[in-house]
């Protein structure tokens, strides 16, 4: 049985909350450009994540296409920190 889209929500923060290294400094890593820069695109999505936390714990149940774009979005902040070296790709097995 699939859970619902508030449940599949809760389970999505979770997994990124434990995946993703929200710790991450900035210091020593600004190139100029926050459009492009991972440190950015990290604190916008723990702000993110921190305001669906809030509506879940108030009830709020969220469209598909919210769980949808805060998905892709975690994918993309995960890609872009494994490309540049702050998380590290797991060894291919043989």
Do not use: H
Not at 11 to 39: H, M, T, V, W, Y
């Amino acid at each position: 049985m699939k859970p619902t889209v508030k449940v599949a929500m809760a389970n999505l923060i979770q997994e990124a909350r434990q995946k993703i290294p929200f710790n991450l400094s900035l210091d020593g890593n600004c190139e100029g450009r926050c459009d492009e820069c991972a440190f950015k695109r990290l604190e916008w999505l723990d702000i993110e994540l921190g305001d669906w936390e809030d509506r879940l714990r108030r009830g709020d149940v969220p469209p598909l296409k919210d769980l949808e774009f805060l998905a892709k979005n975690c994918k993309e902040v995960y890609a872009i920190l494994q490309k540049e070296g702050f998380i590290k790709k797991p060894l291919a097995s043989s």
